[in-house]
């Protein structure tokens, strides 16, 4: 009477080996080089960073814009792309987002309109292919 598991394990194997082809093609990650420190002057750094508040701006309830600030610290992970962990300082300027140029928004220096928020942005990015995806944001008045 033991035939029958052996029915049921035939089974469950291709099963299970199609669950785990299907979590590693989205989702379960190959990690090539978990996160390590990177210069936050580097280039790809600026331009996740400022995709993200691109992004943060999109979602935002504020009716202005919110600027970077600075680059506090950037942390780099490789898998089957790249992965920038980003800590930034925003800082609330006094561009309208009804105005889609940000070229002459200045960072409100003036305290009572200033709001200081630091995020940690994680972005996906093929930077050599310019895309970029916000993975993860979290956010605090500072
Ligand atoms: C980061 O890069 C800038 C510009 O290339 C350089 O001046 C600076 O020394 C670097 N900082 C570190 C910590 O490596």
Not at 2 to 18: E, Q
Not at 33 to 42: A, L, M, R
Not at 43 to 60: D, I, L, P
Request: net charge positive; glycine share 2%.
């Amino acid at each position: 009477m033991t035939r029958p598991w052996c029915h049921l394990l035939l089974l469950t194997i291709p099963v299970t080996l199609v669950v785990t082809t299907q979590l590693a093609a989205n989702g379960v990650k190959k990690v090539l080089s978990s996160f390590e420190p990177i210069n936050t002057s580097d280039a790809s750094v600026k331009q996740c960073a400022w995709f993200a508040v691109r992004e943060y701006n999109k979602r935002s309830d504020d009716k202005n814009v919110f600027l970077v600030a600075s680059i506090l610290q950037a942390k780099l992970q490789i898998t089957s792309h790249l992965e920038y962990l980003i800590h930034v300082q925003l800082v609330r300027s006094n561009c309208p987002k009804s105005l889609s140029n940000n070229e002459n928004c200045v960072l409100l220096k003036p305290f009572n309109l200033e709001k200081k928020m630091n995020c940690r942005f994680l972005v996906g990015a093929f930077p050599w292919k310019g895309e970029f995806t916000l993975l993860e944001k979290q956010c605090e008045d500072v």
